[in-house]
């Protein structure tokens, strides 16, 4: 299949730059998935759209303040480094695998010091990382910090690391607004951002109909991002990302199919953690691991039914994925709709639930 096939062309001014005001002052594209017929709604109507018995599945990760920046050699007048943060290493040395820009500036054994995540100056503190390792094929450092406390190192130096398509700054209502309800897990350098939208008292309410909620963790990695650039996309080389089931979700999520509820996935990370963690038999089995899976039409879903999720990037794994819930013609079609009806788009933007 072609990638251009999910292409498409979006004026700059419908990516959202900010939050709603209120999480649930989204809007909403309903899409059946059979018929393709679209409808118009805002979030706080999702509660129309699910019965008892059914059960919601979201992502429980927690996003890093995982940018940072600091000076080359430890001078003010060294290069400017920038540093993304992936996954630790080593907790007990602080050992962490990271990107870093521009990263022609920085060699094994430099040292950079860190600068105050409000001035981009330095503190009175003398804290830095070390270059010890670059993977010239994987495009990724690893870096020790001399101070073990990273809890103290992330709130002192570290920025929310919102998308490139956010021509801005992080501010500090970002540390809140970036983060779902559900965020507990730390480990994420993104929002599962279809999670945005909910609040304590959609849940309530879902809950008092009889929705059953679970859980699962899946860190998202800065490849959710990375457009497709081959012809064809069986040939795209997907990304991995580290993801937990408990006994409980797959309980949940089993019970849910046996007693024929829907499986609604909050966000394409919860499908690509479900799909992954599926036997033959369709069954959800608890499990701690890695996916690379690389969902797109035809692949037929073996235990979601439905789908809340924002509108994705052309040509992304994302925008795939979401087609193959329904097929590429009424997934694309839908998005023109959004577009012809001024939604925003991406993580700070509006949602689409297919049914």
């Not at 060699?107 to 010091?113: I, M, Q, Y």
């Not at 010890?132 to 920025?159: A, L, Q, R």
């Not at 080389?237 to 499986?263: F, Q």
């Amino acid at each position: 299949m072609q990638t251009e096939l999910f292409d498409y062309n979006l004026p700059e001014e419908l990516i959202a730059q900010y939050p709603a005001e209120q999480r649930t002052n989204s809007r909403m594209l309903v899409m059946k998935k059979d018929t393709g017929e679209c409808d118009f709604k805002h979030f706080n109507d999702i509660i129309e759209y699910l019965k008892p018995n059914d059960c919601i599945v979201f992502n429980d990760t927690k996003v890093m303040s995982a940018r940072m920046y600091g000076r080359k050699n430890g001078t003010i007048d060294g290069a400017l480094i920038e540093v993304l943060l992936l996954k630790i290493i080593d907790e007990s040395s602080n050992r962490w695998q990271c990107m870093l820009r521009p990263g022609k500036r920085v060699k094994e054994g430099v040292k950079v010091r860190l600068v105050s995540a409000d001035s981009k100056e330095f503190t009175t503190f003398n804290d830095y990382f070390e270059v010890v390792k670059h993977d010239k094929e994987e495009g990724v450092y690893e870096i020790c910090f001399n101070n073990s406390d990273f809890e103290y190192i992330e709130e002192t130096y570290g920025h929310i690391p919102l998308p490139p398509y956010i021509k801005r700054e992080d501010e500090f209502s970002d540390k809140s607004r970036y983060q779902t309800m559900f965020a507990k897990e730390s480990g994420a350098v993104a929002a599962p951002t279809a999670g945005l939208h909910f609040t304590p008292d959609i849940i309530e309410m879902l809950q008092n109909k009889g929705v059953k909620t679970a859980n699962i963790t899946l860190h998202v990695g800065p490849g959710t991002f990375k457009p497709v650039d081959v012809e064809d996309i069986q040939n795209h080389k997907m990304h991995t990302e580290e993801y937990v089931v408990s006994e409980e979700t797959a309980k949940i999520v089993n019970d849910t199919k046996a007693n024929d509820g829907r499986v609604f996935a909050i966000g394409t990370t919860s499908v690509r953690t479900l799909e992954s963690c599926a036997d033959k038999d369709g069954k959800l089995v608890a499990q701690r691991g890695s996916t690379n899976i690389f969902i797109y039409p035809p692949y037929q879903m073996k235990i979601v039914d439905s789908l809340l999720t924002n509108f994705h990037l052309p040509k992304s794994t994302l925008i795939m994925l979401v087609s193959a819930l329904s097929d590429r013609e009424k997934v694309m079609n839908a998005y023109h709709k959004a577009i012809e009806n001024k939604m925003r788009f991406y993580s700070y933007g509006d949602c689409m639930l297919l049914i």
